[in-house]
C-alpha cells in the first residue's frame, strides 16, 4: 500500500482480469474481490458501478465524507488529487509492470479526479460506503480540469 497523501492510498491488487467485456465482471469472482477488500479498509458497502470515461474527459473533481475504492478496469486515465499543501498529485491508474491492478481508497474529504488522458474509453470500478450525498463539487483553483 502506498499513501499517495493523507486520504488517498495506493493498493497493488492481486486481482487480474481475463475477459475482455469489462461489464460481465460485476458479478465475477474477480470483482468480488474488491469487495472484501473494501471491507476490509472499512467500507460499508452501499454502490457498486462502472464508470466511462471517453478520452479528455473526467470524473469526480470533488471531494466527500463517504469512502470509496476505485479501480481502473480498462484504458489509462490518471488518479489527480492535492496535497495538503496544495501541489498536484498525478498517478497513473493502469496495472502496474505485473499486470496487478492498482486500487484507489479514498477517504478523509480529499480531493480526487480521473481525468482520461488516453485515446480509448477508460472504464472504471467504483464501489461507494453509504451516505453519497455529501460531495461538493471543486471549482475554481480547486479545480483539477
Known sequence: ??????GIECITHGVMLTNANPQKHMQSTELQAFDTLAVEHGISIANRRLIMIEPGGYGGNHTHLHKELIVCLSGTPVFMTRSKD??????PMKPDGDGKLQVFLVTDDAPHAVINTGDETAILFEIQSADTTNTTPLMGSDSFV
Open 86 to 91: 496544495g501541489k498536484i498529485i498525478e498517478t
Open 1 to 6: 500500500m502506498t499513501l499517495i497523501r493523507p
